[in-house]
């Protein structure tokens, strides 16, 4: 978290006017997990103070200590979405005993709901999962308004975060697809791999992801 859930309007002003200073612009807030209809008000209330139009969330509820998914928590989402004008992108994290694996699986859970209400493709878990990401993204790009950059070691549980070029996922293929369906949103670098000094990994990430729009675009 860049800023605590419980942030006022001054700190959230003062962290603006920071990111401002490097020309940088928040566009949403999460992944917020919500277990119950009072985290959903809490996510919300602070993406409204915040000022972003963008919550990307995680509802679920428990059972024998677990997390699954919630229909009944996924209507209150729907009625909050409605009445704060929010998109609502639902974060997918792979086999990771969370609920909402793939793009796949979370589309069947909200195909009905609010269109507001959609997807946080996150390509590293979807491929963890068996599922592959560009797949996913070609089917259901209408309702992905976020993505979540990150390449990993295996198609499977096993699978670790590496550099965007040195991992499963094609990424200039990954590029194609978003070209192909016209995807409008953000695509944002989720590293995780050298914790204590994520920095040259950063760097190789985003300086080859440049150099793969270039050498792709038409």
Not at 29 to 47: C, K, L, T
Not at 170 to 185: H, K, M, Q, S
Request: charged letters at 30%; a negative charge; glycine letters at 8%.
């Amino acid at each position: 978290f860049h800023l605590p859930l419980t942030a006022g309007e001054q700190e959230i002003a003062a962290f603006h006017e920071q990111c401002a200073k490097y020309g940088v612009v928040g566009y949403g807030v999460g992944p917020i997990y919500m277990g119950d209809e009072a985290a959903v008000d809490q996510a919300f209330e602070y993406a409204r103070r915040v000022g972003v139009k963008l919550i990307v969330g995680v509802p679920f509820e428990l059972q024998d200590k677990r997390r699954v998914e919630s229909a009944r928590l996924l209507k209150y989402v729907e009625r909050k979405v409605r009445e704060y004008d929010l998109r609502y992108a639902i974060h997918n994290h792979g086999p990771d005993n969370l609920p909402y694996a793939t793009a796949d699986a979370t589309m069947k859970w909200i195909a009905d709901l609010d269109p507001r209400i959609g997807i946080c493709l996150d390509i590293g878990h979807n491929l963890r999962a068996g599922v592959n990401p560009i797949e996913d993204l070609r089917r259901h790009h209408a309702r992905i308004y976020d993505l979540h950059l990150k390449n990993v070691t295996a198609a499977d549980k096993s699978g670790k975060t590496v550099e965007l070029g040195r991992g499963q996922i094609n990424i200039p293929d990954l590029v194609c697809a978003l070209r192909e369906v016209r995807y409008t949103g953000v695509c944002s670098l989720e590293f995780e791999k050298d914790e204590n000094d994520p920095l040259p990994g950063v760097a190789e990430s985003v300086g080859y992801f440049r150099g793969v729009l270039d050498a792709t675009r038409a």
